[in-house]
């Protein structure tokens, strides 16, 4: 029988192989996975095998190829309805990208990065990194910046000490103090803007999500681009998108504790 401590091993392990395929973003073969792995080929193959054999991954015979299995899906799929902010935001969404027409995100943190949860196209699309289900970095996205804001300081100053602090563009910040400043004006004026941070051109408003008790939730952003519009337009649209934050938080925190809910519901009847 495995103790705690080589279970736990052999899990990570398992998922930093999930994480080495996925990274890929295509089938990707045995050699091209052992020279990004930290694991010997032996090590790497039999752990390959059991993933498979498990349905975590499945295995083309004619490619010779391994990508990510079913199982998978459906463990996605009800990680993205049980745990995601989506489910519950998307009536929400509808009716903030109908009214507004430019494209919105929905993120929520995941450990020290931005998860897209969800995400509604503009009128007029535009091309851009943010995708529902991809990962990007905190410290230069407007969801994130709009998050670690508000974050409690001991869980900021973990979160910004796995920032990579990368100069995406000329308008990346680049160090933790002055990420410190910029969230500092997020907090007064309480919400977030991307000025060209990540991607050049492109632009956007963001909103945390928070709780009664300001505990995040997630955030939500109206993005679009330098060629037709402004971020002086863009903060025009900071009350709807308050708004549209508020009844998110409301709605998700009635679906995530609804016994706690209730019983505040007694007391105060």
Same mark, same amino acid.
């Given at each position: ?5 080589? %279970?736990?091993?052999? @899990? ?8 080495? @395929? ?21 090590? /790497?193959?039999?752990? #390959?095998?059991?993933?498979? $054999?498990?349905? +975590? ?18 463990? =996605?799929?009800? =990680? ?5 902010? %989506? ?12 009214? !507004?027409?430019?494209? !919105? ?22 091309? *851009? ?17 709009? +998050?670690?804001?508000? #974050?409690?300081?001991?869980? #900021?100053?973990? @979160?910004?000490?796995?920032? $990579? ?20 004006? !997020? ?14 051109? !492109?632009?956007?408003?963001? *909103? ?10 997630? %955030? ?10 402004? #971020?002086?337009? /863009? ?5 709807? +998108?308050?708004? =549209? ?20 519901? =007694? +007391?105060?009847?």
């Amino acid at each position: 029988m495995q103790s705690p401590q080589t %279970a736990s091993g052999t @899990v990570k392990k398992a998922l930093s192989v999930l994480d080495q @395929v996925a990274s890929f973003e295509r089938p990707v073969r045995l050699n091209e996975l052992v020279e990004v792995s930290p694991y010997p080929k032996g090590t /790497l193959y039999r752990m #390959l095998q059991t993933l498979r $054999s498990e349905g +975590m991954l499945t295995y083309d015979e004619t490619q010779q190829a391994y990508s990510l299995g079913i199982r998978l899906v459906r463990l =996605a799929h009800t =990680a993205w309805t049980q745990s995601s902010l %989506a489910p519950t935001a998307r009536p929400i969404l509808d009716a903030l990208s109908k009214s !507004i027409g430019e494209t !919105i995100h929905l993120a929520q943190l995941d450990n020290a990065q931005v998860l897209y949860v969800d995400k509604r196209n503009a009128q007029r699309p535009v091309e *851009m990194f943010s995708q529902a289900g991809k990962v990007g970095p905190a410290y230069c996205t407007g969801v994130g910046k709009a +998050m670690l804001a508000f #974050l409690p300081e001991a869980e #900021l100053q973990q @979160v910004l000490e796995q920032q $990579s602090y990368h100069r995406f563009t000329p308008h990346t910040l680049g160090s933790v103090e002055e990420l410190r400043d910029e969230l500092s004006n !997020i907090r007064t004026r309480g919400y977030a803007y991307d000025r060209e941070e990540h991607e050049p051109g !492109i632009i956007c408003i963001a *909103m945390p999500i928070l709780t009664r008790t300001k505990r995040v939730m997630g %955030a939500i952003s109206v993005t679009s681009t330098t060629s037709r519009t402004s #971020l002086d337009q /863009l903060e025009s649209l900071a009350p709807e +998108m308050h708004q =549209a934050a508020d009844a998110i938080a409301e709605t998700a925190e009635h679906w995530r504790f609804p016994v706690e809910q209730k019983s505040k519901e =007694a +007391m105060e009847g």
